[in-house]
């Protein structure tokens, strides 16, 4: 099973937006390019974010932009914009009822994933955009130095 890279991905588009902003254009063709992706997925994927109030976006113009402040953008914010609250774990519900395993691991499995799941989401909504886009800037910056230092 192929896991979906659309959470990720609108980050990636989001994080691109903002530290590219008035220094390229930001066509679905260059944010494709930074994510190697098609521009098609780039423009759904900006469709789903204008619809959650993330960003605005004009037809047939190189010019999104955030429609709010990073820090005021969580994780979760992008999270359900995307995923729509799907679940993060999935059980399988083929299992054997006669046996004890397949008789109550679907059971056993959704209390843990549960709990999981919830502390998984409160962290996203505690990581806000603007710490992904300080994280990116410093893991550059280290890139940067040590290309400086073996040259």
């Known amino acids: 099973m192929r896991v979906s890279t659309r959470f990720s991905d609108s980050i ?6 903002e530290i590219y902003k008035g220094k390229i254009p930001l066509t679905s063709e260059n944010i ?29 113009s190189a010019d999104p932009k955030l429609l709010r402040e990073p820090s005021d953008i969580s994780m979760y914010d992008v999270f359900l914009a995307t995923e729509e609250d799907q679940h993060l774990f999935t059980i399988d519900e083929k299992t054997n009822p006669q046996c004890i ?28 955009l603007s710490d992904v886009l300080d994280t990116i800037l410093v893991h550059q910056a280290e890139k940067e130095a040590q290309a400086h230092q073996t040259k």
């Open 101 to 128: 395993v397949g008789g109550n691991i679907q059971q056993t499995l959704s209390e843990f994933y549960k709990r999981a799941e919830t502390a998984a989401k409160a962290e996203l909504a505690r990581t806000t």
């Open 12 to 17: 990636h588009i989001l994080a691109f937006i």
């Open 32 to 60: 494709a390019s930074s994510i190697k992706t098609s521009p098609v997925v780039v423009r759904r994927l900006m469709g789903k974010l204008r619809n959650a109030g993330l960003i605005s976006t004009v037809h047939g």
